[in-house]
Structure formats: C-alpha cells, structure tokens
C-alpha cells in the first residue's frame, strides 16, 4: 500500500514558539493531504483540507492564523502551529489521497506528538 | 452537520469470546471504512464497504453496511490479545472527507 511519512515524530516545545510538522506521501502523488487532529483515547477530528497548489480550507472552529498549512508539491504539505501553547498539545496526524480514478482512499501518516510546556 | 456515532466507547472481554462494534448515522455516506489504531500511530484502514447490504470477512472479522448505508457494524469472532486497540468507523461524505465515529477501546484478556 501507499506509504505516508510525518517529522518529527514527536516534539516538545515551549510556550510561544512555533512547531512545523510535515507530512509526505512517500510513492505516490496527493493532490489532497488532510490534517487532524486527536486528543487521548478519542477520535479524529478533521482541521483542515490541503490541496496542492491551492489555500487550505479549514474545519470550522480552527483558527487558520493559528494552524498554517502548506501544500507546495504532490508529495509534501505542512502544517505550522504557531505561538503554541499547552493546550495546542495533541497527536497529529496527516493523510494523503492520490491521484487518478479509484483513489478516494486516504492514506494515514503515523501522527506526530505535540507536547507544548 | 454529520455524526457518526459508534458504541461501544469502552470494551473489555476475555480471550475467546465474540464482540460487535457498532456505527449509527441518519446521514448517508457514499463508503464507509474500519480502522484499527495502536497508541502512537496511525490509524491502519482494515476495510472499506462501499454497496447497502454489503458484508465483507477479513479472517475472524466481518463487516457489513447497512442497506441504507446508513449504520455498519464490526464483530470479532474468538477474540484473542492481539486484536487489542482502538478500532474506529469513518464515513465518507459527498464531499470527500471522512467523518469518524467516537472510537471503541478494545482490550482482550488472556
């Protein structure tokens, strides 16, 4: 199957500074790349749809200012928590969709956690 | 706005023993799918249904799609510690995006 990579893994910061994460599509090319969002033990939740080339459209009750997503290439979209704070502390996690007929499958990155001090 | 809600949040059987997980919605989607997840990763895709009615086995579990494509429901049968995790329904809306169920914490005792 498709293989979707995230860095770091997992990430600790203080107060106030900002954190980017990626998020690749390692064999394939997605032309949509979907972040969301986990709190402990409970589901997913969607923040945003990112398409290459295109402004991310975000969930309503997330702060595009506060969650800066990028989608420069096929492969690559990134997602920026600027001026954490603690309670931006969550497990990350991105997926990819490819291109083509068939391809409405989303694959899931391994997630990246946020620890915000 | 879209619900899926899935019951039970919390299960906790002994080895052996059969289960079933259950996803409801009054909204229909265009597919639904069955994940599993271990602490500190990604959630891995075990099935996709896609046609009302549909029932598809995957060794001791099977999935089935309710005609409406409405509701779908997970059973295990013979649990065993492996099948361990947190299991999550998702549906996929006209849009594309998929909106999960609460999640259901699966804990199988030796």
């Known amino acids: 199957g498709a293989v979707v990579s995230q860095h770091p893994s997992r990430v600790i910061c203080k107060s106030g500074t900002s954190v980017k994460i990626e998020c690749r599509s390692l064999?394939?090319?997605?032309?949509?790349m979907f972040w969301y969002r986990q709190f402990p033990k409970k589901s997913l939740m969607l923040m945003a749809t990112?398409?290459?080339?295109?402004?991310?459209?975000?969930e309503q009750g997330v702060e595009k200012d506060k969650f800066l997503i990028n989608h420069a290439s096929l492969t690559l979209s990134t997602l920026t928590v600027t001026s954490a704070h603690p309670e931006d502390s969550s497990f990350y996690i991105c997926?990819?969709?490819?291109?083509?007929?068939?391809?409405?499958?989303?694959?899931f990155g391994p997630g990246t956690r946020l620890t915000v001090l | 706005t879209q619900l899926l809600e899935q019951s039970p949040q919390f299960l906790s059987i002994q080895e052996g023993e059969n289960l079933t997980v259950y996803c409801n919605s009054s909204?229909?989607?265009?597919?639904l799918q069955w994940y599993r997840q271990e602490p500190g990763e990604g959630p891995v895709l075990l099935v996709t249904?896609?046609?009302?009615?549909e029932v598809k086995k995957l060794k001791r579990l099977t999935f089935q799609f309710g005609d409406a494509r409405k509701d779908s429901s997970l059973h295990i049968t013979a649990a065993q510690p492996g099948d361990t995790g947190l299991y999550l329904c998702?549906?996929?809306?006209?849009?594309?995006?998929?909106?999960f169920g609460q999640g259901t914490e699966l804990s199988v005792k030796p």
């Open positions: 997926s990819a969709r490819g291109l083509g007929e068939g391809s409405n499958e989303q694959f």
């Open positions: 064999d394939f090319q997605a032309t949509t």
């Open positions: 990112s398409n290459e080339g295109s402004k991310a459209t975000y």
């Open positions: 909204s229909v989607f265009s597919s």
């Open positions: 249904v896609v046609t009302g009615g």
């Open positions: 998702a549906g996929e809306n006209q849009g594309g995006k998929l909106i």
